[in-house]
């Protein structure tokens, strides 16, 4: 089985009012965390993320090839909340010879354009925002507390398989999310899709997809979100996603009696 994990961290501004407060977090437990700690700047008194920039660095980590997690890529992000809307903008580290290297979306409709003219090279209409599933993915992004009841109201109302379970000690919402209503993928094919939601702060703890490939290699991608509390609100600083992919048969000429190892620290 071959496993990727992929790092995203946020060095951002909480953006509320005037007066600043900056927080250096070095997260526990994360390697790729601690040796690259986060800088919170808080700016106001709200007690929520209203709106906010982030400086973002994506590392990775290739179970069949790397030791240790790898710098990858960085973008800049910032995201404000308007009535119900959500707008979300990207600007890609590119460079100048890419024109079109800049994203704004609203979750319905995206647009791709040149920073430097406001020229606007494509239109795009996301499938996702045609789902009944739309409202739950805006809770499924958040950067701090998540509207549980606005999750149970919507699983009421699409008559979806919601639960309270127990999970290391702690009360968690588990949320089924039917193949059927998410957005297609291609000529992939997916098998089951969840949420789980801790109860104790109202904070996405996780998201799990399994999807069954046009070659029938199985794949299954795990989204963990990394909180800090500032301000006694867990603010999102970065997440882990988890890609593991299983393929249907061995390569050719492969030893099926040989050791398996899941990552270098099994190797003796």
């Known amino acids: 089985m071959k496993r990727m994990l992929v790092f995203i961290m946020l060095a951002f501004a909480v953006l509320t009012a005037c007066s600043e407060t900056v927080y250096k977090i070095r997260p526990s437990g994360l390697d790729t965390f601690n040796e690259n700690p986060i800088t919170i700047t808080w700016k106001g008194e709200a007690k929520e993320v209203q709106s906010f920039q982030a400086n973002v660095q994506v590392f990775s980590m290739n179970n069949r090839r790397d030791t240790y997690a790898t710098f990858d890529q960085t973008y800049r992000m910032a995201m404000s909340t308007i009535g119900v809307r ?9 460079g100048g010879d890419i024109p079109f290297r800049s ?3 609203d979750g319905e409709n995206t647009l791709i354009f040149n920073p430097d003219t406001d020229e606007i090279g ?7 925002a045609q789902s009944p599933l739309n409202r739950v993915f805006g809770q499924m992004t958040s950067l701090s507390r998540v509207n549980l009841s606005l999750v149970r109201q919507e699983a009421l109302r699409l008559s979806l398989d919601l639960s309270e379970e127990y999970e290391d000690g702690g009360r ?7 193949p059927a209503l998410l957005p297609k993928q291609g000529t992939d094919t997916i098998i089951s899709s969840r949420a789980v939601f801790d109860l104790s702060n109202d904070t996405l703890l996780e998201t799990e ?8 290699t199985i794949v299954t991608t795990t989204v963990e979100p990394v909180y800090e509390e500032v301000n006694g609100v867990p603010v999102k600083i970065g997440q882990v996603t988890i890609i593991d992919s299983k393929a249907p048969e061995l390569a050719e000429g492969f ?3 040989m050791p398996y190892f899941n990552s270098p620290d099994e190797v003796p």
Request: no cysteine; proline share 8%; glycine share 0%.
């Open 86 to 94: 959500v707008l979300t903008r990207i600007d890609l580290d590119m």
């Open 103 to 105: 994203v704004v979306t």
């Open 209 to 216: 997809v399994v999807m069954k490939l046009e070659d029938d």
């Open 172 to 178: 968690v919402l588990l949320l089924e999310l039917p």
């Open 255 to 257: 030893d099926p009696n």
């Open 122 to 128: 494509f239109r795009i209409n996301d499938p996702a």
